[in-house]
């Protein structure tokens, strides 16, 4: 069973996941995603100084144009990884997926309830695809487009920390739980006796 439309009778909660509602858990995640962050970019700088970025060699025009399209490409990479966790619920089955922003995350959903494998998938689908994709592409990238490449990659890396942290979570779990992602929060029910 990849996902199914209603929660078996048997089942109850046994852990709920709400950024929005649970500080703490929210801070932990943020320190997992700068935790990322630091190292990436301190090991991107042995390859490529990070000067490279502020470089103002041809003129300020590119310089200007280098910083915008960074941010636009933050910002494309953000629905993208939305996009990827969507394309991997409809792989899962799923009929009818949501997407929205709540001024602080931008998230897919469902009113599905998937399987342990299965939720996995879809928790690390975007993290996974991008990752190969960025790593293919930023060794290519002229030295002075260098980093607008790699910050990309860390933002997909640090910012899948939400999707590690549930991932790790999740798996130590019993094999039956399920999972209902609404977007926002995360909800797993489970029919074993969890003490």
């Not at 998938?121 to 960025?134: E, K, Q, T």
């Amino acid at each position: 069973m990849k996902r199914c439309d209603t929660l078996p009778e048997n089942y109850r909660e046994i852990y709920t996941v709400d950024l929005q509602k649970n500080k703490k858990t929210a801070l932990l995640i943020n320190g997992i995603a700068v935790l990322i962050a630091v190292p990436m970019i301190v090991a991107g700088h042995f390859f490529v100084p990070v000067s490279a970025l502020f470089d103002m060699e041809k003129g300020f025009g590119m310089y200007f144009l280098r910083f915008g399209v960074l941010l636009l490409s933050i910002v494309l990479y953000m629905i993208l990884h939305e996009l990827v966790h969507g394309v991997a619920m409809k792989l899962c089955g799923t009929k009818k997926v949501k997407y929205g922003y709540t001024g602080m995350y931008a998230y897919a959903g469902s009113a599905d309830y998937y399987a342990k494998r299965p939720y996995i998938f879809i928790a690390l689908a975007p993290v996974v695809l991008w990752g190969v994709v960025l790593a293919v592409l930023c060794p290519f990238l002229p030295t002075e487009w260098f980093w607008v490449g790699y910050f990309v990659q860390v933002n997909n890396c640090s910012g899948a920390a939400g999707d590690l942290f549930v991932t790790a979570k999740f798996s130590r779990m019993p094999r039956d739980i399920l999972v209902h992602d609404s977007g926002v929060s995360m909800t797993v029910y489970s029919a074993e006796n969890i003490s």
